[in-house]
């Protein structure tokens, strides 16, 4: 999995650069002569993504800066993302996966993990002229529909692959793995409820207590194929161009990339970015056009089925945020960021009435 592991801002030095960029074919022969660290970046609550400037003794055609990603300077968010597969998960991707799905990307140098330390770093491009996605602000409805194509790219490649519950499990059945959701929800959501739910509509403080006993049968799903989801799919983790020759959208932060349906990423992004009433008046419209993207690349999907697991795939966005509250990094945005989204993917679920799918 790769040696000299640097899992701080501080310990990338121009040195370590040189080496890891001329293991990428970045560098060619160049040398890093100094580098700067620019300072961090995004919002992350699990890991720190920090950019480097960088000085070359030849400069013309290498990057003029990085972007490294590291674990979490929190112990508790560390040591949880290390021992549920979190940060293995975005190494694994990075190694192994990234080639064999179309969605945009940073271009990954190099992936790094040492399972005895533990410790992990991901180097990779900088992506120039975009802009990060903002959660709380949500999407314009353009900005969804990127993101509903892209959607299409991660999942048509790999849809219906029997080879991925072994190579995205881990040794994990999808009954263990249900099992395992089953626990984690319940072994929260009094945590969440006592952090947050203060700040909570009264109607999602309900449905939160009355999913309890579904999370285990939501996670086997209604029988349709699997593919590669990415299941933190929202605003956040969208980079959107904004300098003429920038990628329209690239993709970040696969730390729970898993083999599932393919609507938990489509409802999540959509009941999450918007506004319930927003999101009522947009939704059909964004679901057709995945489904009907899936059909141009050969996946046959008919309507009913689609917007069925729609439906179900709701109360994904209601698990995340209990999960993630308590075994994230708190902090003021991020308590922010998770009441809206509890709120959003709560009523989402209420209106689509997704538990009745499952009782």
């Given at each position: 999995m790769g040696t000299d592991v640097r899992g701080t801002?501080?310990?990338?030095?121009?040195?370590?650069?040189?080496?890891?960029?001329?293991?990428?074919?970045?560098?060619?022969?160049?040398?890093?002569?100094?580098?700067?660290?620019?300072?961090?970046?995004?919002?992350?609550?699990?890991?720190r993504n920090g950019r480097f400037a960088l000085t070359w003794d030849e400069p013309e055609g290498r990057p003029a800066s990085v972007v490294a990603k590291f674990p979490s300077d929190d112990p508790h968010a560390r040591a949880t993302a290390f021992g549920n597969g979190t940060y293995l998960r975005e190494f694994a991707f990075y190694d192994e996966l990234v080639h064999t799905v179309g969605v945009r990307t940073p271009r990954m140098y190099v992936a790094r993990y040492d399972a005895d330390a533990p410790d992990f770093v991901l180097l990779m491009e900088d992506v120039a002229g975009s802009v990060q996605g903002d959660q709380l602000a949500g999407l314009t409805e353009d900005q969804a529909v990127l993101a509903v194509d892209e959607a299409v790219r991660l999942h048509a490649p790999r849809w219906g692959d029997p080879t991925l519950e072994a190579q995205l499990g881990r040794g994990l059945t999808r009954e263990m793995a249900a099992a395992g959701a089953s626990m984690a929800y319940e072994a929260?959501?009094?945590?969440?409820?006592?952090?947050?739910?203060?700040?909570?509509?009264?109607?999602?403080?309900l449905l939160t207590r009355a999913l309890a006993p579904y999370v285990g049968s939501w996670a086997l799903g209604l029988g349709t194929p699997s593919t590669v989801v990415h299941m933190d799919y929202r605003p956040d983790n969208f980079l959107f161009g904004r300098d003429p020759g920038a990628p329209p959208i690239v993709v970040v932060d696969w730390q729970t990339v898993s083999a599932g349906p393919a609507m938990n990423d489509l409802a999540y992004m959509i009941g999450g970015a918007f506004e319930p009433q927003r999101r009522a008046a947009v939704e059909r419209g964004l679901v057709e056009r995945y489904r009907t993207g899936l059909e141009a690349e050969g996946i046959e999907y008919d309507a009913d089925t689609c917007w069925r697991d729609y439906r179900l795939a709701s109360l994904w966005g209601v698990i995340m945020t209990v999960i993630a509250t308590v075994y994230a990094q708190e902090t003021d945005r991020g308590n922010d960021m998770l009441t809206a989204m509890g709120n959003r993917h709560g009523r989402h679920a209420l209106d689509l009435q997704a538990i009745a799918l499952l009782s």
């Open positions: 801002p501080e310990a990338i030095d121009a040195e370590w650069l040189t080496d890891a960029l001329a293991e990428a074919g970045v560098a060619r022969g160049a040398v890093v002569t100094h580098v700067s660290f620019v300072g961090l970046i995004g919002t992350g609550q699990t890991g929260t959501l009094e945590g969440f409820l006592a952090r947050l739910g203060h700040r909570l509509d009264p109607e999602v403080v």
